[in-house]
């Protein structure tokens, strides 16, 4: 696949969507907001998406952002589309705008557990584009570059990295994978929050310690066996990271 007469039009619907009758820029910046789709759509292009797949990563915000709202449809997608493409597109899209920030994510959160993997896979080159521009712009502005979300800094960053974790968990075969977890990485070490001292990693005696053990992530939430996920320094020293977020999760020692 290439650049099918599908994609030419689903790049020309989304830009007559996000540009008339409204200019919409990305948040708090003079941005047209088409970059992002169009980023999504690049995303999973490389990432080896079928087709409709990555149409629907080009279509994703045209029902959720469109102007006026409810202009666009999950009927309309389909007519021009395909209903696999309307399906996809509807499954990332926030369905009750009139929910707080807190319960919409939430509610995004419950229903990223039941999706396919292909609709996994479009939301995660939406998380893996909204976040490497968020951690490209923090290094540009810092801490001012919140001052354009509706949600706080920690919440904001423990928000992607629950989402990361929630599709990472859901599908860890795949291929875009290890790109949200590196994004992962990088916002939890590099945006400035301060999650050692907030999310302390737990202490343990080398004589309690059983790498079979499940082990928690204060930070991002994943839960696991603490096996693969244990940097030995010794025969019995040892540190047990997240796969995800790369935190520090436990500190086996001598001294405890």
Known sequence: MIYTYKIQQAIHFAIAVHEEPVKQKRKGKDIPYITHPLTVGLILSQAGASEDVVVAGILHDTIEDCEPYGSVTRKMIAEKFGEHVAELVDSVTEKDKSLSWHERKEKALEEIRQFSHESLLVKSGDVLSNATELIADYKIDGDATFAR??????????????????IVMAWGESPLANELCSAARTLQSGIGIPFIATHSAAIMSTKDFNDASEVTCPVCGWTGNAKDNTEYYDAAVADVFCPICDKMVLVISYGH
């Not at 979300?149 to 929630?166: D, M, S, W, Y």
């Open 149 to 166: 979300f509706n949600a706080p800094k920690e919440e904001l960053v423990a928000h992607t990295l629950h989402v990361i974790r929630t």
